[in-house]
């Protein structure tokens, strides 16, 4: 069916001010200010109240962290000690509590007009073998697109790394339950609802054989490649000491430096390395909230959009954010560039929008999701400005960002509504927060 998305009071896309029409799954026209859809239509929603944006695109995620936020063990560290705080904590995961805690993450994500998750899961304690299906059956239940990155962490304290012996593997048992849920969840294919990504940890936490041996795994299925990078200073002061080399030099010697590879935080580059991240085409996922909850610097946006390296935004953990709003952190991320920058115009609100769509959408190597365009899916986050921090606003768009929304009205994924007044159909909102509060309890 045909679905005009009519006179929206404020839209990112040019040429669409008489709004989009959608066709099953995909955008199929946009239709200028003033003007009509050129076929027959079948229903029309009066956006007249809503501003329509891209659906948000979050590039990178630890869902099972909603368990463990603002934790008096960890509260006001760095991350070094933040993780060696909390590691023994989630070694404690069962499936029934990661379940809660991805729905809990899933959700957060979709009512904040999120429709496409990167979550990165490596903790895999006895018993949670199964965390990646836990995921993909969480999404799919409520039809948010998802990048489920099937993390890894093989190197531990005995072995000089940062985590503990009990929430590793070992490297054949990491590559086999790679394989396996590659193949059979990751589908490629433009519109697809899940794909999988493999993501070792960190350079503190995996050996660089499983790192090369993961870049081979993800080329033979088309997937995509995740890690965090340059996050903090005690992360460059490691690999200097145990390998010889920065972060990205390591990095390169694994065979990651190529297009389908993005990395968390990226912090600490040099605009040398921005440049060597921009050529290669190395995506870059911003966290500003986590980055300032944990004090780990500030990410060089600027050089690396100028470089060439696909931009995105991610809210990370929910233990260092400590939320899940993809629309907040828009916010977070105009003003924490503005202080860097020391400029008032050197970032924009409608750059981090680009940045949260079409920069995001870039980073997971996906064309077909990110901008509101004819052909494109039909993924939309429509927003009203009717509460009182809205009052006075004249810029519909740009006031989504500096008066701080942080809610969606309506979200469209591939067609469908899968948010409709500021909420869940079927969804017991009341129910979910008092299981998820329960399960919480158990890692006081």
Not at 36 to 61: C, R
Not at 74 to 81: G, K, N, R, S, T
Request: aromatic share 6%; with cysteine.
């Amino acid at each position: 069916m045909r679905l005009w998305i009519r006179n929206p009071l404020g839209i990112v896309a040019e040429a669409a001010g008489g709004g989009i029409v959608t066709d099953g799954a995909v955008i199929a026209e946009l239709v200028p200010a003033g003007g009509a859809p050129s076929l027959p239509i079948g229903e029309v929603f009066d956006a007249s109240e809503h501003v329509v944006l891209p659906g948000l695109i979050n590039t990178h995620h630890h869902f099972y962290q909603t368990l463990t936020r603002a934790h008096p063990a960890a509260i006001d560290q760095e991350l070094f000690p933040w993780l060696k705080a909390l590691y023994p904590l989630w070694a404690r995961l069962n499936p029934d509590d990661l379940r809660l805690a991805v729905r809990v993450a899933l959700t957060e994500l979709l009512l904040s007009g999120c429709t496409t998750a990167a979550d990165h899961h490596y903790l895999y304690p006895k018993g949670l073998e199964g965390a990646v299906d836990i995921a993909v059956e969480e999404a799919r239940a409520l039809g948010i697109r998802m990048t489920v990155s099937r993390g890894s962490m093989n190197l531990s304290q005995k072995d000089g790394g940062l985590p503990p012996d009990e929430v590793v593997q070992d490297e054949d048992t990491i590559l086999a339950d790679s394989e396996r849920v590659l193949s059979l969840f990751h589908d490629p294919r433009p519109g697809s609802m899940i794909q999988i990504a493999l993501a070792p940890c960190s350079p503190f936490s995996v050996t660089p054989a499983l790192m090369a041996k993961s870049a081979e795994l993800a080329a033979r299925f088309d997937a995509p490649l995740h890690t965090h990078l340059a996050e903090t200073a005690d992360e460059e002061a490691y690999c200097l000491q145990v390998y010889g080399r920065r972060p990205l030099d390591l990095l390169e010697e694994v065979g990651w430096m190529r297009p389908k590879t993005w990395l968390a935080h990226g912090i600490h580059f040099s605009c040398e390395e921005c440049e060597r991240l921009g050529k290669a085409g190395v995506g870059v996922c911003h966290c500003p909230t986590s980055n300032g909850v944990l004090a780990s610097g500030f990410c060089r946006t600027r050089e690396l959009e100028r470089a060439g390296a696909p931009l995105g935004l991610g809210v990370d953990g929910s233990a260092s954010n400590d939320g899940s709003n993809l629309m907040e952190e828009l916010r977070h991320a105009l003003l924490t560039n503005r202080l860097h920058y020391q400029s008032a115009s050197a970032v924009t609100a409608r750059d981090v929008i680009r940045w949260a769509s079409e920069g995001s959408a870039r980073c997971l190597g996906r064309s077909d999701i990110g901008t509101i365009a004819a052909g494109m899916q039909a993924d939309l986050a429509l927003y009203k400005l009717d509460e009182l921090r809205f009052s006075g606003a004249h810029d519909p768009v740009a006031a989504l960002v500096l008066c701080g929304a942080n809610r969606a009205d309506r979200v469209m994924i591939g067609g469908h509504w899968r948010v409709v007044d500021g909420a869940v159909p079927g969804l017991d909102l009341a129910a979910l927060r008092r299981s998820h509060g329960l399960a919480a309890r158990r890692y006081a």
